[in-house]
Structure formats: C-alpha cells, structure tokens
C-alpha cells in the first residue's frame, strides 16, 4: 500500500497520518520572460500587459515568491489552493508564461453584450470551457487537460474542484493526479494568500488589499510511471499535492470534499463527516484508523 502523507486536520473530520513523499522535480528550468509567439492569442497578452494587467499591480500590489519554480518552457501542471474568482486572474498575470484553465461552459454561452464580453474575458484570460454538468464531464476534462499539456502548455488546476467555503483547504479530487501521470509532467503547487479577503464568495466588486502568490518546488511524480488509474496511487499522489499546499498557504486541512460541504451548508445541514457509504479502502488512512465525531 502506499504510503499517504500526514495532513493537519480539523475536528472532527477524520485523521491522515503516513509517511510524506516530497520529491522535487529536478530537471525543470527556470522561468523566464519568454517572447510572445505567433501562436499565442493576442488578447490574452493584451489584457495582461496593456488593458488589465498593468491597473491590477498598481492597485493590489501582489506579491509573489518561488515564481522560478515554474519551468521556462515544456508542459506542467500548476495546481492551486481555490479561495476566490480572482485566483484565475492573479496568479496568470505573475508568471510569465500563458497559463490555460479549465473553466465551466457557462463563462462561454451567455446571450447579448454581457454575455459577449464575459466570453471574450474568459477566452482572452486564457479559459478553456467544460461542460460540468454532463455525465462524461471529468473524461472530457482529462482529455482537455492532456491536449493543452501535450502542447507543451502550462495548465491550471485546482484540485478542491471549486472554492472554499470558508478560507480552509479541503480535500483534493484525483483528477490531477491521473492527469499528472497520463501526460508524464510535473505538478507545481502554488497558494494563493488573500484573495478571500479580496473577492469573497458571493462578491462582484473587489476589496482593494494586497494579495500574494507563492510557488513550490515541482513535484516528481515519474516514481509512479505505468500506474495511471491505480487509486490508491492517485490518492497518495493527490494528498501529497494538498499536504505541499497546506504548507505554502498555512491553511488548516479539512478532509472532506469542498463540493459536499457547499451542499450541507446550502441544505441547513451539519457539516460533518463523510458518510460510511462513501469511504473505500483507497481513502482510508494507512497508518491510522478513521476517527468519527462523537
């Protein structure tokens, strides 16, 4: 079995204890600005150094570290904490190669003025459309997400598959993990700091406050090589991804998924664990048993 790597968890929700495999990914090159190329769109450079990009640094001030951890050229994956609508925007215009998200299609469908400038926005932001609601949604994902990393492209992910609820980071969906080994790239974990703050849930006007981003080290996962679709692979990998970005943001772990939570708030529920039902043996700790509420 493979080992799981410990996370700091709230209570009640339920104890990962294991031994944590960090291996950096020592081959990656650095960043550096590159020239713009005749494939690259033009409005996405538009709005980051001329239209947006310029006002968002005078006004936010961001910050950044660990941005030479993204490589200069080739495919990777950059996986991030999710707090808020502005993540998407802030950590694209800090590095300085094209970042390309996966986006849900109703960015890309609205009708009239508003609906033509919010597609153009999401388009020209470096947003790819998928459709969440049908039942193939995560195969189409995956294999968006491996054309745009076979492209030598940089893709954005956040594993939580949607925003916090509540500024805490919440457990990984494996997505990434799969993608990760079918397209043979590293993950590069990055935290966005104070975007909550910036642009709650619920809020269409930002607060003007400093935000901040800050890279880790590229993450290794080639020891895995072959074993795509092994879950217990994935979980490991998965929860290796979110220890590292607890760690960059110091955000405290709860194990359960955000999309879960979400529903129990919105039904007046209590937030609480998951059900048996819902815990296979991939998910279970490996060292430790599952602790439950009393």
């Keep these: 079995m493979v080992a799981r790597p410990a996370l700091r968890v709230a209570s009640p929700e339920r104890v990962v204890r294991g031994d944590t495999l960090r291996r950096r990914c020592p081959r990656c090159p650095r960043a550096s600005r590159l020239p713009v190329t005749k ?30 951890h993204v490589p200069a050229e080739g495919a990777a994956i950059i996986a991030s904490n999710h707090l808020s609508f502005s993540d998407s925007i802030f950590m694209p215009l800090m590095v300085p190669r094209r970042v390309t998200f996966l986006a849900k299609q109703e960015y890309f469908t609205g009708r009239g003025l508003k609906g033509w400038l919010t597609r153009m926005f999401f388009t020209g932001a470096g947003q790819v459309p998928i459709d969440r609601a049908s039942g193939s949604a995560a195969k189409a994902a995956l294999e968006t997400g491996k054309r745009i990393l076979a492209e030598g492209h940089l893709l954005g992910i956040y594993p939580e598959g949607t925003r916090s609820p509540d500024g805490r980071l919440y457990r990984g969906k494996t997505g990434v993990a799969r993608m990760a080994l079918e397209a043979g790239v590293p993950v590069i974990p990055v935290a966005m700091i104070g975007t909550r703050e910036v642009q709650p849930i619920g809020k269409k006007l930002p607060r003007i406050r400093r935000i901040g981003i800050r890279f880790g080290p590229a993450l290794d996962f080639s020891r895995y090589d072959g074993l795509a679709g092994d879950r217990f692979v994935e979980r490991s990998m998965t929860d290796e991804i979110m220890y590292e970005l607890m760690q ?47």
């Excluded at 033009?42 to 030479?68: D, I």
């Excluded at 939570?261 to 490996?286: C, S």
């Design 248 to 294: 960059l943001s110091g955000q405290e772990y709860v194990d359960l998924y955000a999309a879960k939570v979400k529903a129990q708030i919105a039904a007046g529920g209590r937030v609480g664990l998951p059900d048996a039902a819902e815990i296979t043996d991939a998910d279970r700790p490996a060292r430790a048993p599952v602790e439950r509420a009393s």
């Design 39 to 68: 494939e690259d769109p033009v409005f996405y450079w538009l709005l980051k150094y001329v239209l947006l990009g310029p006002w968002l640094r005078l006004l936010f001030r961001p910050y950044v570290e660990g941005v030479e």
